[in-house]
């Protein structure tokens, strides 16, 4: 069992950044792909980046390309998306994800472990 704890969330000005950090308690992080995904209020939960186990492969969504910089850290159990030019649109709960898998995994269904998720909220 996967238990992933997501930090670093808040309220934040248009145009300024945070850094949100997915701690993983597993024995070897870098068995899994990692992703993390948003859910707005009243719209479907969508992918905001992904990234392989080695981070050689990364995906970003194209809202957020330019913005936002997913990364890893696998000897500290640690996955990090890095938000800078915030949008008010951005405004979701951020939720970790990780798959038993190698590659980036773009598709919610194909993880399987997920994070209790972490607020964010841009002001405009």
């Known amino acids: 069992q996967v238990q992933l704890v997501e930090s670093g969330g808040g309220l934040v000005q248009a145009g300024g950044s945070l850094r949100l950090s997915c701690a993983a308690s597993?024995?070897?992080?870098?068995?899994?792909?990692m992703g993390w995904f948003r859910q707005a209020p009243g719209k479907e939960r969508e992918l905001v980046g992904a990234?392989?186990?080695?981070?050689?492969?990364?995906y970003l969504a194209d809202s957020v390309k330019g913005r936002f910089t997913i990364s890893r850290d696998n000897a500290k159990n640690t996955v990090y998306l890095q938000m800078n030019s915030l949008k008010p649109e951005d405004t979701a709960v951020y939720y970790c994800?990780?798959?038993?898998?190698?590659?980036?995994?773009?598709?919610?269904?194909?993880?399987?472990?997920w994070g209790q998720g972490t607020q964010v909220t841009v002001s405009s």
């Open positions: 597993v024995r070897t992080l870098s068995r899994y792909a």
């Open positions: 994800a990780a798959a038993r898998a190698l590659g980036t995994v773009v598709a919610d269904s194909d993880y399987d472990y």
């Open positions: 990234i392989g186990w080695s981070a050689g492969s990364t």
